[in-house]
Nanobody, 113 residues
Framework: QVQLVESGGGLVQPGGSLRLSCAASVIIFSIATMGWYRQAPGKERELVARITNAGRPNYADSVKGRFTISRDNAKNTVYLQMSSLKPEDTAVYYC???????WGQGTQVTVSS
């Protein structure tokens, strides 16, 4: 069965860093474009970053220069390194296999002093 499991979320102070991981159970991971999205309470889900199978990234303007998306195809895992975190980054973060529109369950990131 297709599964995505996010981990690495938590509570961090403004200016701090977190690294999120998304582990996939599917063999197709190595050729799939992967995305990280986030959703804050009362707000729509928004794209944070995408990475192609070849490792080409793109980012939302709000996170450029602060977040880095990467992948390890051998481990079927995509990462989101988040630095210089701001309170407005607080959200549930989800990973997605883009071609399948298949989502993980999400991991909570809270940025607060």
């Amino acid at each position: 069965q297709v599964q995505l499991v996010e981990s690495g979320g938590g509570l961090v102070q403004p200016g701090g860093s977190l690294r999120l991981s998304c582990a996939a159970s599917v063999i197709i991971f190595s050729i799939a474009t992967m995305g990280w999205y986030r959703q804050a309470p009362g707000k729509e889900r928004e794209l944070v970053a995408r990475i192609t199978n070849a490792g080409r990234p793109n980012y939302a303007d709000s996170v450029k220069g602060r977040f880095t998306i990467s992948r390890d195809n051998a481990k079927n895992t995509v990462y989101l390194q988040m630095s210089s975190l701001k309170p407005e980054d607080t959200a549930v973060y989800y990973c997605k296999i883009e071609s399948l529109s298949f989502w993980g369950q999400g991991t909570q990131v809270t940025v607060s002093s």
